[in-house]
């Protein structure tokens, strides 16, 4: 099945800045990397929203105070280190992009790492898109426009 060409997405993506072990009174923090993969082998997509929140919903960091530009097959990250708890345990990326024709959506992904003596975890969430604008379709249900 083709996959569905967007012109932009607003994405939520979940990260961790710790987990509780055995009880509510024990967490270990987690070095979160946020990473953003731009799958189109021919055009560039433009980042101009990469904001951090944490468990109640309030901003704790925006990344960007400029647009940036992601060229064909790059891709980039944020990190947020272990010892920036600030996020909780629900925290989220808001991450908007749009690029200047359809191309098929980025890899968006948050990767969550630790580890103490021992033991290690990690584990990865991806991205949930809240909006996009698609490409249109014709009445045939093909789509229109390039296959890029």
């Known amino acids: 099945m083709p996959t569905t060409r967007v012109r932009s997405q607003t994405l939520y993506v979940p990260a961790y800045s710790h987990i509780y072990v055995r009880n509510a009174q024990r ?8 990473s953003i993969r731009n799958t189109s082998r021919d055009v560039p997509l433009t980042l101009s929203t990469i904001d951090y929140y944490d468990s109640q919903g309030e901003l704790v960091r925006a990344y ?3 647009t940036r530009a992601l060229g064909p097959l ?10 920036d708890i600030r996020g909780g345990v629900g925290a989220n ?6 690029a200047e024709r359809p191309i098929s ?4 992904e948050t990767v969550m790492i630790t580890g103490a003596n021992t ?4 584990f990865r969430s991806t991205a949930r898109v809240l909006r996009e604008e698609r490409v249109p379709t014709d009445t045939s249900g093909h789509h229109s426009g390039p296959d890029v």
């Open 64 to 66: 960007l105070d400029t």
């Open 93 to 98: 990326f808001i991450l908007r992009w749009q």
């Open 105 to 108: 959506p980025p890899v968006v």
């Open 119 to 122: 033991q290690g975890i990690s």
């Open 74 to 83: 790059a891709s980039t990250y944020v990190v947020v280190d272990t010892d």
């Open 27 to 34: 967490s270990m923090n987690l070095a979160t990397t946020l």
